[in-house]
């Protein structure tokens, strides 16, 4: 009797195995494909910090990270995936009925998955959170100190004119004397230059100076009061004004008094909602 030869496999075994690769391959793109969509968006992200510098750049890392890390797993879910698709089909043409095969690593890339997924559901509430907590305190990621010189910014949701009025109003209302209105783009338009919209009132009470100057004579360099109303090339109005606290340290002045500049805060407030 001839020896008999080595049974193979049938072609369902083959085709199942085919079809085994290709949905291992289709992961393996799909991890990629979303871990570069992430890795986009943390570009974008950091972008949009060089324009406004008022966003938090730091949200932008995990993205970065996240979405290189799906790049990598996805690189190798296709490598493993050819590295077992050979193994089966060795097995499939040496006749093997019953080849072991582990669910490990499928396993293993659904965790994965579930981890990412929740990494970036918490991720995406502490960004709501943080925006939503920018909002409580009135401003659309509105107020910024600049580091040294005691200038405090704060967005307007209006025009240079519409805020310059709304402070005049606001002045009026309040008892405010307001000594000068310098329009500076104005004054660079009649000697031929141009300049984006920027206006600064001058005002004051002498009730409420008065004391300030006779307890540090030095404060009447910054006296009157002065808010400056810009737009920068973005088209963003800014309200901006020296901080009360700034001028209080600079001039020495006693805390009791610091409530007849405190003012300042409020009218800018105001006049940029």
């Known amino acids: 009797m001839p020896a008999e030869a080595t049974p193979k496999a049938s072609l369902a075994d083959y085709l199942a195995a085919e079809r085994t690769l290709l949905a291992w391959i289709r992961t393996g793109l799909a991890l990629m494909g979303f871990g570069f969509v992430l890795a986009r968006f943390a570009l974008f992200l950091q972008q ?6 008022n966003l ?9 990270w996240s979405g290189t890390a799906l790049i990598v797993v996805g690189v190798i879910v296709n490598v493993f995936a050819g590295w077992h698709h050979l193994r089966t089909i060795r097995a499939l043409d ?8 582990s669910s490990g690593p499928a396993v293993a890339i659904a965790f994965f998955l579930g981890i990412i997924g929740l990494a970036m ?31 405090v910014q704060v967005a307007s949701n ?23 209105l310098v329009d500076h783009s104005g004054e660079a338009e009649k000697v031929g230059m141009t300049m984006c919209p920027t206006k600064l009132l001058i005002f004051g009470n002498p009730k409420a100076g008065t004391p300030l100057m006779q307890a540090a004579p030095s404060v009447a360099i910054d006296l009157p009061l002065k ?15 020296n901080s009360p ?18 003012v300042v805060k409020t009218l800018a407030e105001k006049a940029g909602e």
């Not at 938090?56 to 970065?64: A, I, M, R, T, V």
């Open 121 to 151: 559901a918490i991720y995406l509430v502490s960004v709501r959170d943080s925006a939503h907590s920018g909002n409580e305190k009135g401003k659309e990621t509105s107020m910024s100190i600049s580091q040294g010189n005691g200038i």
């Open 56 to 64: 938090p750049q730091e949200h932008s890392d995990f993205s970065l």
């Open 94 to 101: 040496g006749g093997e009925k019953a080849y072991s095969r």
């Open 48 to 53: 949009l910090h060089l324009l406004q510098s």
């Open 227 to 241: 808010i400056l109303v810009a737009e920068d090339e973005q088209g963003k109005v800014w309200i901006s004004y």
């Open 245 to 262: 606290e700034y001028l209080q340290e600079r001039h020495d002045l006693p805390k009791d008094l610091l409530q007849n500049i405190a």
């Open 158 to 180: 209006h025009s240079v004119d519409q805020t310059v009025d709304k402070l005049k109003g606001i002045l009026q209302a309040k008892g405010v004397a307001l000594f000068a």
